[in-house]
């Protein structure tokens, strides 16, 4: 987000000087790495505006509905959720500019909110919408097949996939939709001053590249839609594999990043962190990489991440990011609204919920004091003043603790006693303005004020009987909501009761019940 070069650029990547990429490095930035200029144009919905799918729909397991309510309340993630779609056995039926189904096991699922699709993609002076164009795009490349190389790093970053024949490529998928060349075509690329035409070309491209890492990295993508297998090393080196043939590359050395609970290198797994849903936490996986000296590139005018450096060496991403963030009627870049968008967090109070999603989702760093209280925010190595907040008292038993400073001593507290210290304790954090953050299992670890994300260090499973079904509190609350209705007197009683031992305030007026939690209100009518 800090390159201005003109669009123009855009056609820098597959002519490489002989000097090799460097020379080129602002151009390829701008231009998404050599890619036609790609810009996600679709109207976002407020962060703080989450919808929930039908929390009681059957055949749905966590990881599915976290993914699909990823998808309708952030939607500028589409080509990483699309692939753990994938992944998970979700296909998104077919659709013009708007995705209002999903088909799982033959099921359709009605989302909750229509979600608009819309990348802009832009070869020369000609203009692309896509999905909505792409039958037009296909029909261009037929009759201007010498763009090709351009635009399959791009469709490959929004999910399409590729077909190819023995002398080119035929045709590729894009959400689910085959679109077919007129006839195959020919890839035709420029390194070192040496043009090459693919696959014809594939085996002398391929003995070039062996001494050529950093062209290699901008060219993977092309590589593999023609068949060449890339297998990478531990330590950077990697083999490609086409036919019959084995080279050996000696690659862009790696870096150790540690990411869920496991050690990965960069950027020889950088595929396969992309391609497991466990591990595709984009939030997450851009904190591990800041954590590890690894900056992020965006483009300053679209909010894209173009790639990642990686000592040094500029690195494509399997998939577009898209770091668009909307919130309270404004859409901001990250980084280069980072300034604007903290001032009006500040004029608000730092809404918890709304500074959770720029960590977990947008990979923005706290930097605490030695108190463990947010002094700054940081992203991809740059700073950002944010107003300091006080340690927030929380009593449990008429005994103080001070957070954050004092979580450690706090949850040795409680874990000292029986399980009804683990209950007084959620109560008085929600009195003292935190809200619980559930992980994907259910289970409690983290918790939120402001700008103050705090890990307990301990896993709290909280859940309520009714009626023989587990309801984990609060990830299943939404579906415990649902299912009031369905509830006699006698077991709505019990509800409540079971409730309210968990922090979750409840107020009754006549037939209607009032439930919050996490600061989320839920209005019911039993």
Not at 32 to 54: E, H, N, T
Not at 221 to 244: C, F, R, S, T
Not at 270 to 291: D, M, V, W
Request: proline residues 5%; contains cysteine.
């Amino acid at each position: 987000m800090r390159l201005r070069t003109p669009l123009a650029a855009l056609f820098v990547l597959w002519a490489v000087s002989e000097t090799g990429l460097s020379l080129n490095l602002c151009s390829l930035c701008s231009a998404g790495f050599g890619l036609a200029i790609q810009r996600p144009v679709f109207q976002l919905p407020s962060v703080d505006r989450p919808v929930y799918l039908d929390p009681n729909k059957k055949g749905i397991t966590d990881d599915m509905r976290y993914y699909i309510e990823l998808l309708v309340n952030q939607p500028n993630l589409l080509p990483t959720i699309t692939g753990a779609f994938y992944k998970l056995g979700i296909a998104i039926k077919r659709f013009k500019d708007t995705i209002g189904c999903l088909l799982i096991r033959g099921q359709e699922i009605q989302l909750p909110r229509k979600v608009p699709v819309d990348y802009s993609i832009k070869i020369e002076n000609k203009v692309f919408h896509l999905p909505r164009e792409t039958v037009k795009l296909t029909a261009y490349l037929s009759r201007n097949p010498h763009h090709l190389a351009l635009v399959i790093p791009t469709l490959r970053g929004i999910g399409a996939t590729f077909t190819r024949t023995e002398v080119g490529v035929s045709s590729f998928t894009l959400f689910n939709v085959v679109y077919k060349f007129e006839r195959p075509l020919e890839t035709q690329v420029s390194v070192g001053g040496k043009t090459f035409k693919l696959p014809k070309d594939l085996k002398l491209l391929i003995k070039l590249l062996a001494t050529r890492p950093k062209d290699l990295m901008m060219l993977e993508v092309v590589l593999q839609v023609h068949g060449v297998k890339i297998k990478k090393n531990e330590g950077g080196g990697a083999v490609l594999q086409y036919k019959d043939s084995e080279t050996r590359v000696n690659n862009v050395p790696d870096v150790r990043i540690k990411l869920g609970g496991r050690h990965y290198n960069i950027p020889t797994d950088l595929q396969a962190i992309f391609e497991n849903p466990k591990t595709l936490h984009i939030g997450l996986l851009f904190e591990s990489f800041q954590r590890s000296n690894i900056k992020l590139k965006v483009n300053f005018n679209t909010g894209v991440v173009v790639g990642i450096i990686v000592k040094g060496t500029l690195v494509p991403l399997p998939l577009t990011i898209d770091l668009r963030f909307k919130w309270d009627g404004k859409v901001y870049l990250i980084p280069r609204d980072m300034k604007a968008l903290i001032a009006q967090l500040e004029r608000k109070g730092l809404p918890s919920q709304v500074m959770h999603i720029l960590y977990t989702r947008f990979g923005v760093i706290p930097v605490r004091n030695s108190a463990g209280i947010v002094i700054k925010l940081s992203f991809s190595g740059q700073l950002f003043a944010i107003k300091v907040e006080k340690q927030t008292a929380v009593t449990i038993l008429a005994k103080k603790f001070y957070l954050p400073r004092d979580t450690k001593k706090m949850v040795a507290f409680v874990n000292g006693g029986d399980q009804n210290r683990t209950i007084l304790m959620m109560q008085a954090l929600q009195r003292a303005g935190f809200m619980f953050i559930p992980e994907s299992d259910g289970t409690l670890e983290t918790i939120q004020k402001g700008a103050q994300m705090i890990t307990l260090g301990t896993k709290l499973k909280v859940t309520v009987n009714i009626l023989g079904t587990r309801y984990r509190m609060p990830f299943d609350l939404p579906r415990l909501v649902d299912d009031v209705k369905n509830f006699g007197r006698v077991h709505i009683n019990s509800m409540l009761k079971g409730m309210q031992k968990c922090g979750v305030k409840v107020t009754k007026k006549g037939s209607i019940y009032h439930i919050l939690f996490n600061n989320v209100k839920y209005t019911v009518k039993a």
